[in-house]
């Protein structure tokens, strides 16, 4: 089995990859399989493997590093369910650190089961252009470190989105080939089934794991403290004819809100789902998209939206903004709603033990 652990900054565009990825491997008649990593037990993108059909197995309320036996214990679930030929695990994307502690041990145990590790690491190119740059980045230093130094640890950093910068791409390629001499690097736009293929057959023929990352965890621990985490399900039956247009007013007036705090986002993910589909929205700091375009023109009730939001913010602060926007949209309509599991709270990430 080839286990493909994939890392990088939130909103990199790690799980379009990954689901793109699938559908060559399906359409050749490969066994897959996914493991969902995110800090929360409502995690949008394992609703959004659902739809794929894939064996999908999540490891919430931390990272594979901090919860390495879990990761483990999905990992076997999975191999004995699915019996995969190829497995991604998608990790945390404020999470830094993992070949040390989880891909080191992880090659040595596989080698006994003939499983092969890698590891690669994606990176949105408008952050790496700024990065490359010496620009600041829209987040604080703690948070700018993590970043940093998930470029450092990897040995295969793919710079995805490049369909945003067509013109600039090669460019900063050629930079980011001179500031990381040795690694193997990729300029992809992970949109579709074939521009993730060479990303594909790199990884059939990777390169060796790098050595352990030498890690500051005082900025590290700093920094995923500073990005609060949120989730929540909805559930809701709005007026027949107008499910549509509530979904999008409730999503617009959250955005707004977080667009108005002046925080920066690194990622918002929604769910949508309704009784027979399900569309998944995510956004970042940088993105102006429209959105609204995405969501199916009808919705049958009842709805259910997934919310992860990891932003630059307090806790409570958070948590307060997206209750605003709900009493705003949902309940100044007179539209009841079930909400389930709502959580916030800044991450803690251990110590190097």
Known sequence: MDLHVIGGFLGSGKTTAIINALKT???EGRRVGVITNDKGHYQ?????????????AEVPGGCFRCNYGDFLERIAQLQQQARPEVLFAESVGSCV??????LLPLRALGEQDGV???YSVFTDIRLLRRYLAGLPLPFSDNISYIFAQQLVETNILVINKADLLPEEGEAILEQARNRFPGKTLLLQSSLTPEGVAPWLALLHDAPPLPPALALDY??????AAELAWFDERLTFTPPQGQERAVVIRMLAAMLENLRKSGCPVAHVKFFIQDTGTGVKLSFTTLDEQDWEQAIP????APVTVLINARVQMAADELRALMAAALRATLTSAGVSYQSTGVNAYAPQVPGNA
Not at 44 to 56: E, S
Not at 97 to 102: E, F, I, Q
Not at 297 to 300: T, V
């Open 116 to 118: 092969r590790v890698t």
């Open 297 to 300: 023109q009808r919705l049958r």
């Open 97 to 102: 650190d993992l070949v040390g502690p989880v």
């Open 218 to 223: 005082g900025p590290y621990i700093a920094g």
């Open 25 to 27: 491997l399906l359409a």
């Open 44 to 56: 949008v993108d394992t609703a959004f493997m659902g739809t794929a059909d894939v064996p999908t």
